[in-house]
């Protein structure tokens, strides 16, 4: 099942492979990002901010991508320009 994110009342509902979602739901605690998780239900989340949007992306993403896909993303940002990097040169 391809992970989503869809509208709910007042919490987002993340659709996500049955089997992952207890491993999603445990970093999200760990994020201090509000969700609550029963047996037979799906996985909800509070996303109050711009913030909690990207880390849940970045969670999802981890889970749902092959790992050479990773890596190569790992990758492509450690070649991006940085201002950081240009300064110490």
């Known amino acids: 099942m ?6 709910s009342e007042a919490s987002q509902v993340i659709e996500i492979n049955w089997g992952d979602r ?5 970093r999200l605690q760990d994020l201090e990002i509000p969700c609550h998780c029963q047996t037979d239900q799906p996985l909800r989340a509070e996303i109050d901010n711009v913030t909690a949007l990207i880390q849940i992306w970045s969670i999802l ?11 190569s993303w790992l990758d492509d940002s450690w070649r991006l320009p940085s201002k950081r990097r240009k300064e110490k040169l």
């Open 2 to 7: 391809d992970p989503s994110i869809s509208e």
């Open 22 to 26: 207890w491993q999603v739901y445990r």
């Open 61 to 71: 993403r981890q889970l749902t991508l092959p790992r050479q896909e990773l890596i």
